[in-house]
């Protein structure tokens, strides 16, 4: 199993920016499909934004304010977000898809996972 490593939350104000970082464990790190899921207090888990392929992905409330990007020399995804919401505030995590599969936005289509990181945006 991949093991996913995310520093990088915490506490940003509305209109601030913030960049996670997920570090895996595998060298074979830049076959995998990456992905970033966020979940909100009493909320499912839902999809930000993913990148396959060298193509990403991304939700439709994070599309203009987030990037997602990798750097296979360091086995790390990074997700910048921008323009930060108070309804961005999660528990942010990172997924690598070990086994491929055809889809790339639900939690079926991710096998690992990291531990999570708390984002919150707040004045």
Do not use: H
């Not at 934004?49 to 790390?76: L, Q």
């Amino acid at each position: 199993q991949v093991l996913l490593g995310e520093p990088g939350g915490g506490l940003v104000q509305p209109g601030g920016s913030l960049r996670l970082s997920c570090e895996a464990s595998e060298r074979t790190f830049s076959r995998y499909a990456m992905g970033w899921f966020r979940q909100a207090p009493g909320k499912e888990r839902e999809f930000v934004a993913a990148i396959r392929n060298g193509v990403t992905y991304y939700a439709e409330s994070m599309k203009g304010r987030s990037t997602i990007s990798r750097d296979n020399a360091k086995n790390t995804v990074y997700l910048q977000m921008s323009s930060l919401k108070p309804e961005d505030t999660a528990v942010y995590y990172c997924a690598a898809q070990t086994t491929p599969r055809f889809g790339f936005s639900t939690l079926t289509d991710f096998d690992s996972w990291g531990q999570g990181t708390q984002v919150t945006v707040s004045s």
